[in-house]
């Protein structure tokens, strides 16, 4: 066998959110402008801690934590807290078919995920939104190698809204028995376009028809409507249509189950901390054991167990009512910050006569722009006015503010 040398592996690029974050920090013009990584930032377009996160922590410096090993499925406390705050408290007091795992954030959720159904469920295909959260390909080809990605139609240029009946269509023709389709729960990344309740309620229906194995994932719960429970309605409603009681007398047309990756990153304003949750789902007339001690096998052969801070933050704002209310208000805060600018940015392209419609920039929801910028002016408004924002053009809004707004909006006038 020959000996493989290491030193003879390429070079590979970094992921582009990661690579623009680099490149704008090293630029030295005054007046630069970071549309790129998805993150929030305050009026200032600085980094928020927020005053319910902040709070927690101080309850927590007063408690004199200690620092032992979690359980490798993590804080049960926390996960109670984290799947109420998915499900609601309703579904999630009785639902004994759901099983919850702490994981390292959202990534980790979706990671698990992917390395659980490829040992498990064994897909043929999975099914990723065109476009999407560039991760979910890596992710899948690192864990589930043996799985076929496959794009459903999702963006339609030409309306700058949903394809649904593209999206249908595909799932229609091209899945098979326990394919995975992978869902973005609320406030789509890149698009900022989710799906009506009704639209919701169709996509289901296909689900349940072609029997597929959901993986929802959920990394902007608040941000879409500033409500945390009007955005988790998708999930809510599909564990209603998909898995409850009732629907036992027709258990062959159930999918085998569900997953939900939850990230709190964004919501706590917890980037950093690397805390979420990853909630498998199964027909109530199955038992979770087995699964369950499959998800913990791989939890720990991977982490062993899951990190600490982060769990006890997002508990000690979910434990307490008053801290819950705070929370629910500062999350309410950034996302009025965001539609707030969204209509100045708007206002502004209208004002100095930017050729074209933006009226979709208002219309869509969530932390980003999906603005319609081809890469080449997106590269221009990098390289001539030092505005950096992904190539396929999602702009992340929060790095915008009523400072900065008029020049961003004067450089795509200009590279239009
Ligand atoms: N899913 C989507 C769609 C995302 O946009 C992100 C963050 N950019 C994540 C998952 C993961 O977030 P994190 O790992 O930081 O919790």
């Given at each position: 066998m020959t000996l493989r040398n290491v030193g003879d592996l390429p070079v590979l690029p970094?992921?582009?959110?990661?690579?623009?974050?680099?490149?704008?920090?090293?630029?030295?013009?005054?007046?630069?402008?970071?549309?790129?990584?998805?993150?929030?930032?305050?009026?200032?377009?600085?980094?928020?801690?927020?005053?319910?996160?902040?709070?927690?922590?101080?309850?927590?410096?007063?408690?004199?934590?200690?620092?032992?090993?979690?359980?490798?499925?993590?804080?049960?406390?926390?996960?109670t807290k984290a799947r109420q705050l998915l499900f609601g408290p309703q579904i999630a007091s009785?639902?004994?078919?759901?099983?919850?795992?702490?994981?390292?954030?959202?990534?980790?959720?979706?990671?698990?995920?992917?390395?659980?159904?490829a040992r498990n469920l064994c897909p043929k295909n999975v099914f990723i939104s065109d476009p999407t959260w560039d991760n979910h390909h890596l992710i899948w080809e690192m864990a589930a190698p043996n799985v076929t990605q496959r794009l459903y139609p999702y963006y339609d240029p030409t309306t700058r809204g949903l394809n649904l009946d593209g999206m249908l269509a595909e799932l229609e023709s091209s899945a098979e028995d326990n394919d995975v389709v992978i869902l973005h729960a609320c406030a789509h990344n890149p698009t900022g376009i989710d799906p009506t309740r009704e639209q919701w309620k169709k996509i289901a229906q296909v689900v349940r028809r072609k029997k597929l194995f959901?993986?929802?994932?959920?990394?902007?719960?608040?941000?879409?409507?500033?409500?945390?429970?009007?955005?988790?309605?998708?999930?809510?409603?599909?564990?209603?249509?998909?898995?409850?009681?009732?629907?036992?007398?027709?258990?062959?047309?159930?999918?085998?189950?569900?997953?939900?990756?939850?990230?709190l990153s964004k919501n706590f304003g917890l980037y950093g901390e690397r805390i979420g949750a990853l909630h498998l789902i199964i027909p109530p007339w199955t038992s979770p054991e087995g699964a369950k001690a499959h998800l913990v096998q791989l939890v720990r052969a991977e982490i062993s167990c899951p990190s600490l801070f982060g769990a006890r933050i997002v508990h000690t704002v979910l434990d307490d009512a008053e801290l819950c209310t705070k929370w629910q208000e500062d999350v309410r805060i950034m996302a009025l910050r965001i539609k707030t600018v969204r209509a100045l940015l708007k206002s502004e392209l209208e004002k100095i006569g930017a050729r074209g419609d933006w009226s979709h920039i208002e219309q869509q929801i969530g932390m980003f722009s999906f603005t319609g910028l081809s890469i080449a002016q997106v590269q221009e408004l990098r390289e001539r006015h030092h505005i950096y924002m992904l190539s396929n053009g999602r702009m992340s809004l929060s790095g915008l503010n009523e400072t900065n707004v008029a020049y961003v909006a004067g450089a795509i006038r200009d590279v239009l």
């Amino acid at each position: 066998m020959t000996l493989r040398n290491v030193g003879d592996l390429p070079v590979l690029p970094l992921p582009e959110s990661f690579a623009l974050t680099a490149a704008y920090n090293d630029d030295q013009f005054p007046n630069k402008v970071n549309l790129g990584q998805g993150v929030y930032r305050d009026n200032n377009c600085q980094p928020w801690v927020l005053p319910s996160v902040r709070e927690a922590e101080e309850t927590l410096h007063n408690q004199q934590v200690n620092h032992e090993y979690l359980p490798i499925a993590g804080d049960s406390k926390f996960l109670t807290k984290a799947r109420q705050l998915l499900f609601g408290p309703q579904i999630a007091s009785s639902a004994e078919n759901i099983s919850s795992l702490q994981t390292v954030a959202g990534t980790g959720a979706n990671h698990l995920a992917a390395l659980f159904c490829a040992r498990n469920l064994c897909p043929k295909n999975v099914f990723i939104s065109d476009p999407t959260w560039d991760n979910h390909h890596l992710i899948w080809e690192m864990a589930a190698p043996n799985v076929t990605q496959r794009l459903y139609p999702y963006y339609d240029p030409t309306t700058r809204g949903l394809n649904l009946d593209g999206m249908l269509a595909e799932l229609e023709s091209s899945a098979e028995d326990n394919d995975v389709v992978i869902l973005h729960a609320c406030a789509h990344n890149p698009t900022g376009i989710d799906p009506t309740r009704e639209q919701w309620k169709k996509i289901a229906q296909v689900v349940r028809r072609k029997k597929l194995f959901v993986v929802f994932d959920c990394a902007y719960q608040g941000f879409a409507s500033g409500n945390a429970d009007a955005d988790a309605w998708a999930i809510r409603e599909f564990y209603s249509m998909l898995f409850t009681e009732e629907l036992s007398s027709s258990s062959s047309s159930t999918p085998a189950g569900m997953f939900v990756c939850q990230s709190l990153s964004k919501n706590f304003g917890l980037y950093g901390e690397r805390i979420g949750a990853l909630h498998l789902i199964i027909p109530p007339w199955t038992s979770p054991e087995g699964a369950k001690a499959h998800l913990v096998q791989l939890v720990r052969a991977e982490i062993s167990c899951p990190s600490l801070f982060g769990a006890r933050i997002v508990h000690t704002v979910l434990d307490d009512a008053e801290l819950c209310t705070k929370w629910q208000e500062d999350v309410r805060i950034m996302a009025l910050r965001i539609k707030t600018v969204r209509a100045l940015l708007k206002s502004e392209l209208e004002k100095i006569g930017a050729r074209g419609d933006w009226s979709h920039i208002e219309q869509q929801i969530g932390m980003f722009s999906f603005t319609g910028l081809s890469i080449a002016q997106v590269q221009e408004l990098r390289e001539r006015h030092h505005i950096y924002m992904l190539s396929n053009g999602r702009m992340s809004l929060s790095g915008l503010n009523e400072t900065n707004v008029a020049y961003v909006a004067g450089a795509i006038r200009d590279v239009l």
